[in-house]
């Protein structure tokens, strides 16, 4: 049998760094350190690996581990700690068939339960505690959203899009004897009269303010309601319901949105956290038509704060799709 790489180094065929020696062992440094103190302690006499140790060997084993203890306290790695191990066979790793103990130390070592990498053989449990770990960060997910005041809904909502007629308009409209003529009347637009929200403390620094301006003359309240109705309108038909002055007007967008620049008298409610709002919202009287507006767009988040404005009985609701894009654009 070929003589193992450590009996050549025994016998100074190979050169190595040696730390200790007697006539039973030898302490070489380890040619690829895994710690910076990496010693191996190799009884001299032919020995495989622990599994083929004897009652002979026992002495010889201790005197090994008094060898580590002395190196211990050569490097003075002791109060700080070290470790000696021994590997036999395959599943330890042992990769030279002599027997040796390696003594490691100089850093922290980590807990000795890393695993080795897997085989393809094992395809299926990888999959199986990959799955796990899916649904495992999905429920965290879940947790987390259902915790979050501006949860995202985890099922897109298509929400019912029609168009505000002219007559659904006109309705909501001052008559015409309180205007003179089918215009946007010229009144207060008043101080919408929902409860206060926890944005409208902070006062925005920018606001762009409705086409109206002080009036003495008030508009004939000609409020019909209309629950749960939601329509979505354009500009002009916007511009014409804050005209009456009578309308509760939601900023659906979030709050540092709305703190940007908002229009006048807007209230915010971001959509996201409409449900959390609930206790504010239903303390809103319903005798007004409730004006909503975002960004612009598709409205998602107007429509969400409608659908439970909705379910408490609010309504006619109408939704502005230009929102503060097109009205910061036209003001
Ligand atoms: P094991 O994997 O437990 O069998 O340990 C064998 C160790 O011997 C490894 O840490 C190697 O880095 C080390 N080793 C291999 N060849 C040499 C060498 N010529 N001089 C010093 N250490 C060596």
Redesign the pocket.
Known sequence: MQPT??ER?IARE?P??IEFEDDRVIA???????APV?V?IIPKRVIRNVDDLSEQDTELIGHVFLVARDLARKYGVVDNGYRVV??CNEH??????HL?F?LLAGEPLGRMNSRPPRSAGSTRSMLFEGGLLVIAAIALAAVFNSMNPRQIPWVKKEYERTQATQNDIQKYLAPPEATGQNKPVDVTVDQPTAAPTKTEAAAPTTTAAPAASPSAEKPKNTFVADPGKVLEIGYDAFVRLISTGSFHLIDARTPEKYSEGHIANAINIYGGEAQSRIPDIIQSPRDRVILIYCDGGECELSHHVADVLKQFGYGPIFIYTGGWAEWKTKH
């Open positions: 790489i450590f180094i190979i190595s760094t070489i440094r380890d040619i690829a350190p895994s990496h191996l021994t590997n330890a790793g042992q990769t030279v068939f040796h390696h």
